[in-house]
């Protein structure tokens, strides 16, 4: 299960009902952040989400509707006795703009670990410590994980990275399986939580007592951006695709256009042609005081879109 909450849906500056771009992810009680406008830790106290346990903060650009929270958030972690390690994920730059956004900050307590636009999946663990982040090759040698992220690079007016997050589902336990490839009890808890095991010389495998593969959840979060094919194959059967929508009047294509943002009518597409099953608009414009007026644009296209606003929560649970 994934619990999302959209701490700001707001992109350009901040307003007094719509705080900037940052949206928080709770999962198996560790927390990940994407993106960090100016007064996301307000939004988070404001919300009750809670800060402490945020492992990975994923930083879409580095325009500052995105990151201008981030020295604030960082040194809050740290007054609050925060010495666990945290992971910076980021386009091309990152370790530059972090170094001179961080200059403020004397001392933190904590470690922070920067992976710059990564090029392969990164598998996820949680565990009660935190989350442990590993690159692997490609998806299918995930198996000892929980969660694989992946990135793509978007068109932006710079460099910008959109994410994808899919939690996996073990397949069901199937005691006859077991029984029928001669497994000894005592070792079915270890393959049934995909761990390989050897015993007597014998080695064992977690396809000996578990049935057919089940689908996972998969949650893709786009902004901002024109509108790509690349997109489409990124976020294809999500079950959550939170997607920008700068512009909701149709009249502001041209805006869109020339700042590199998308209209409302433009998401709805990427959601249709990736064939997901719902889509949260998010990152309004300040011109647009009401997004809601303009649903309509979107939902002709595709009819399960939503209108995010500051601390709207989803849960997304397996299908
Ligand atoms: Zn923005
Ligand atoms: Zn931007």
């Not at 909450?5 to 350009?12: A, D």
């Not at 578990?210 to 998969?218: A, D, F, N, P």
């Not at 889509?279 to 995010?308: C, Q, W």
Request: with cysteine.
């Amino acid at each position: 299960m994934i619990d999302v909450t959209l701490l700001g849906t707001g992109g350009g500056m901040p307003m007094v009902n719509r705080y900037l771009a940052s949206t928080l992810l709770n999962f198996k009680g560790r927390k990940i952040l994407i993106d960090c406008g100016e007064g996301t830790q307000v939004a988070m106290r404001k919300f009750k989400t809670g800060f402490k346990s945020i492992d990975l903060i994923c930083i879409t650009h580095f325009h500052g509707d995105h990151i201008f929270g981030l020295p604030g958030l960082l040194s809050t972690m740290g007054n609050s006795d925060r010495t666990e390690l945290v992971t910076i994920i980021g386009p091309y730059g990152l370790a530059k703009v972090l170094n001179g956004l961080l200059l403020s900050l004397s001392y933190l307590p904590y470690d922070i670990y920067i992976i710059e636009n990564p090029k392969k999946p990164i598998a996820i663990k949680a565990n009660k410590a935190g989350l442990e982040l590993e690159e692997i090759e490609d998806s299918k040698a995930s198996n000892n994980c929980d969660m694989v992220l992946k990135t793509i690079e978007l068109d932006h007016s710079c460099h910008c990275l959109g994410y994808s997050f899919y939690v996996k589902r073990m397949p069901k336990f199937v005691p006859e399986k077991a029984e029928l490839n001669n497994v000894p009890k005592e070792i079915w808890k270890i393959l049934q939580r995909g761990e390989t095991i050897e015993q007597n010389g014998k080695k064992y495998f977690p396809h000996m007592v578990l049935g057919e593969e089940r689908r996972g959840i998969k949650l893709s979060y786009i902004t901002d951006t024109r509108p790509t094919e690349e997109i489409v194959d990124f976020i294809s059967d999500s079950d959550l695709f939170i997607c920008e929508g700068t512009y909701g009047d149709n009249e502001d294509l041209e805006k869109a256009i020339n700042n590199k943002h998308m209209t409302f009518e433009e998401a709805a597409n990427l959601a249709l042609k990736g064939n997901v099953n719902e889509l949260l608009l998010t990152h309004f414009s300040p011109s647009m005081d009401e997004p809601e007026v303009y649903k309509e644009n979107a939902i002709r296209i595709f009819p399960k879109t939503i209108i995010g606003h500051d601390g709207m929560r989803k849960l997304l649970n397996y299908r």
